[in-house]
Nanobody, 116 residues
Framework: VQLVESGGGLVQPGGSLRLSCAASGFTFRYYYMGWYRQAPGKQRELVAFIRSGGSTGYADSVKGRFTISRDNVKNTVYLQMNSLNPDDTAVYYC???????????WGQGTLVTVSE
């Protein structure tokens, strides 16, 4: 099983980034997918998830700014992040789970830094 994140980087406040997570080694379309983040000195938090059927959920801190989506042909989940602010700075991790709310597989993470 592999989950490989990409798309992180440095962005100015107010900017946008799109994270991608390419999955392999399991039947992607049956799994719900999520994005977590962990900022320095803070606990890991669930940012967004998307069920196999396409329904989604978001942390209050990102509602209206972030959008999670999935492509079951490409076995990829995305996180579109808009109106970024310094509080969004964190390592973002992709995760996959067969049965909500437990996640079974994790990626290595991609760093997002929001700064001038």
């Amino acid at each position: 099983v592999q989950l490989v994140e990409s798309g992180g980087g440095l962005v100015q406040p107010g900017g946008s980034l799109r994270l991608s997570c390419a999955a392999s080694g399991f039947t992607f379309r049956y799994y719900y997918m999520g994005w977590y983040r962990q900022a320095p000195g803070k606990q890991r938090e669930l940012v967004a998830f998307i069920r196999s059927g396409g329904s989604t959920g978001y942390a209050d801190s990102v509602k209206g700014r972030f959008t999670i989506s999935r492509d079951n042909v490409k076995n990829t989940v995305y996180l579109q992040m808009n109106s970024l602010n310094p509080d969004d700075t964190a390592v973002y991790y992709c995760a996959a789970g067969r049965f909500y709310p437990q996640f079974d597989y994790w990626g290595q993470g991609t760093l997002v830094t929001v700064s001038e």
